[in-house]
């Protein structure tokens, strides 16, 4: 009985530590996308914000609990701001992309 609630509790462990790794890796992703689109034009730009978006996006739909979503007052209520508890830094996304969302983002 033991040796099974110890699996059980390494199973738990491995997924936490699995879950964690891959919210890093959605919100790299996004960052990744991000700094792109920074510098490219066109359609070429406008692929690389959807890269974004849908990273945004997936984070907040596979993540909810680890995902803050803010609205970023210095933008005038228009940009939101994504952050993952686990990566120290956040990205900015339009509003419209959480407005179903609303009631959760944080002032």
């Known amino acids: 009985m033991a040796a099974s609630r110890n699996q059980h509790n390494n199973f738990r462990h491995l997924l936490g530590h699995v879950e964690s790794q891959n919210a890093a890796?959605?919100?790299?992703?996004?960052?990744?996308?991000?700094?792109?689109?920074?510098?490219?034009r066109g359609v070429a730009r406008l692929n690389a914000y959807s890269i974004k978006r849908d990273a945004l996006?997936?984070?907040?739909?596979?993540?909810?609990?680890k995902v803050k979503v803010r609205i970023d007052r210095r933008c005038a209520g228009a940009f939101v701001l994504v952050e993952v508890r686990t990566v120290r830094f956040g990205l900015h996304a339009p509003a419209s992309l959480f407005s179903e969302d609303r009631r959760d983002l944080y002032p």
């Open 57 to 65: 996006l997936a984070l907040r739909r596979s993540f909810p609990d």
């Open 25 to 40: 890796r959605l919100m790299q992703r996004a960052q990744t996308a991000n700094r792109l689109a920074k510098s490219l």
